[in-house]
Every structure is written in C-alpha cells, then in structure tokens.
C-alpha cells in the first residue's frame, strides 16, 4: 500500500517556476513507476510526466517537454516535478500518482488509468 501527498502548488506569473514534490510512504516504493498529472475545471485529467521504478526513463508531455523536469529519490520516498518557465495553461490541480511497473509501453506511463494510487493534489495557478 502506498499514500502519496504532494506539496509546492502555489501562485505564481507566467515565466516562473515551481517545484512540486510527493512524498510517499511505504517499504514498495523503489518497485513503483512515479507519474504526474493535471487537471483543470471542465477538463480531463491530462499526463504530464512520469519515471520509471529505475529513475532511469522519463516520459514528457509535448505540452511541458523542455520545461518540466521529473526526478525521483527512493531512499526518500520522494518524487518531483520542476516546473519552468510557466505558462497560465499549466494552471491546473497538479496529481502524483504511482503504479508497480518494471518494464511497460509508453501508453502505461502516460495514461492515468494505469496508475493505482493517487495523491490529493496541489493546485498550481500560473498568471498572466
């Protein structure tokens, strides 16, 4: 079993950057693929980023490709999210979310139904 709570949302202008972290508990959490989604109001849940168990491959949307960056650190339990160079279209509720994957198809990384486990989220608002 794994609970996922995600921190660093906030309020911030259209050119800056944020870092948002989860923190996870449980002794699994080295065998789990870590992603990130967002969702804004009247919108589907939308993939963002994901890494794989090993911390080795990373998935980005073309959306954030070249501003986002996902790293993980497992003796932490910690995964995040750099956010730069913000834009107001990144304003969403920001979700992290994980699944036991070892080897999977780019379809399991980026699609949210793949994921078992969920976290809160955290807003990030991006003005303009």
């Known amino acids: 079993q794994v609970q996922l709570i995600e921190t660093g949302g906030g309020l911030v202008q259209a050119g800056g950057s944020l870092r948002l972290s989860c923190a996870a508990s449980?002794?699994?959490?080295?065998?789990?693929?870590m992603g990130w989604f967002r969702q804004a109001p009247g919108k589907e849940r939308e993939f963002v980023a994901a890494?794989?168990?090993?911390?080795?491959?990373?998935y980005y949307a073309d959306s954030v490709k070249g501003r986002a960056t996902i790293s993980r650190y497992n003796g932490k339990n910690a995964v995040y999210l750099q956010l730069n160079n913000l834009k107001p279209e990144d304003t969403a509720l920001y979700y992290c979310?994980?699944?036991?994957?070892?080897?999977?198809?780019?379809?399991?990384?980026?699609?949210?139904?793949?994921?078992?486990?969920w976290g809160q989220g955290t807003q990030v608002t991006v003005s303009s």
């Open positions: 979310a994980a699944q036991r994957l070892y080897t999977g198809t780019d379809y399991r990384y980026r699609n949210y139904t793949e994921y078992d486990y």
């Open positions: 449980g002794r699994t959490f080295s065998s789990y693929a």
């Open positions: 890494i794989s168990w090993t911390g080795v491959t990373t």
